[in-house]
């Protein structure tokens, strides 16, 4: 991969669409992770405004620490980025306490506190006339729906969502993002346990990758006992999240019921 020239290309792309869009620039949710990390980096490289937003519910230490250090090395090096921290753990306390006992199973909650900070992010955007950024990859946006609808999947723009994770990896040694975040474990920080992308999955983003191409190269070549395995992860979590990658279904009424 031409590492500068993709940078290049994603920051021209942001802000010609900022242009075009007639807003100032963008909010990013970061949460001490690659993909954050990256994404608020690309923003800023744009010139145009940007806040980023530190969010915590119930967080662990070490994950709001790196995200505080991304935001440090960030204004250091970015004089158009600005930060703001809102905890949202009263909010999803409230919630907890009004939603009925019966549907607050761990996925549910983890689920809510995603959709508790994209209304925080669409409220900073909507007031500063600024676009949220996503920060999703090709992975987790297009292969095995790894997100929240209507939360980290909420978005206006989505510029690294055509980039594998391993690709992500390449353009954070380019850009210079802090080491801690390079090389700690992808989590989405909505676990109360801890556990980190690859405890949930079943699989390594590497392996993901592999299963992405593999089928979209229509491959026929045998596969060992691992790779089987992964295939059957990407399979099964690629169909029952088609409702997140596909398009919203619209029901089609015909010419002559109207």
């Known amino acids: 991969m031409q590492t500068k020239a993709v940078i290049d290309h994603i920051v021209n792309w942001l802000k010609s669409y900022s242009d075009a869009s ?15 990390a990256v994404t608020s980096t690309l923003c800023a490289l744009t010139g145009k405004r940007v806040i980023v937003l530190n969010l ?26 600005e930060t703001a921290t809102t905890d949202l753990t009263a909010a999803l306390e ?13 996925l549910t909650m983890a689920n809510t506190r995603a959709r508790l900070r994209m209304t925080t992010l669409y409220a900073f955007a909507g007031h500063n006339k600024l676009l949220v950024a996503g920060t999703g990859n090709k992975v987790e946006d297009f292969g095995i729906g790894f997100f ?13 969502a055509d980039l594998y994770k391993t690709e992500v990896y390449q353009l954070a040694k380019e850009l210079d993002v802090v080491k801690n975040i390079q090389q700690a474990k992808p989590t989405d920080g909505l676990f109360d346990d801890g556990r980190n992308d690859e405890d949930q999955i079943g699989a390594s983003y590497p392996e993901l990758e592999w299963a992405m191409e593999y089928l979209a190269k229509k491959e026929t070549t045998e596969l060992n006992t691992r790779q ?13 999240n088609k409702h997140k990658i596909d398009a919203i279904p619209v029901c089609t009424i015909p010419k002559n019921l109207k």
């Open 94 to 106: 409230s919630l907890e306490k009004i939603f009925p006992a019966e549907i607050q199973d761990f």
């Open 228 to 240: 089987k395995e992964v295939l059957h992860i990407y399979k099964t979590r690629h169909n029952a």
């Open 56 to 81: 915590p519910i119930r967080q662990f230490k070490a994950e709001f620490d790196l995200s505080s250090e991304h935001i440090k090395w960030l204004m250091s090096n970015y004089k158009n980025v």
């Open 148 to 160: 929240t609808k209507y939360g980290d999947g909420g978005v206006d723009v989505s510029p690294i």
């Open 22 to 36: 007639g807003t100032d620039g963008f909010v990013v949710g970061v949460s001490g992770g690659i993909d954050s």
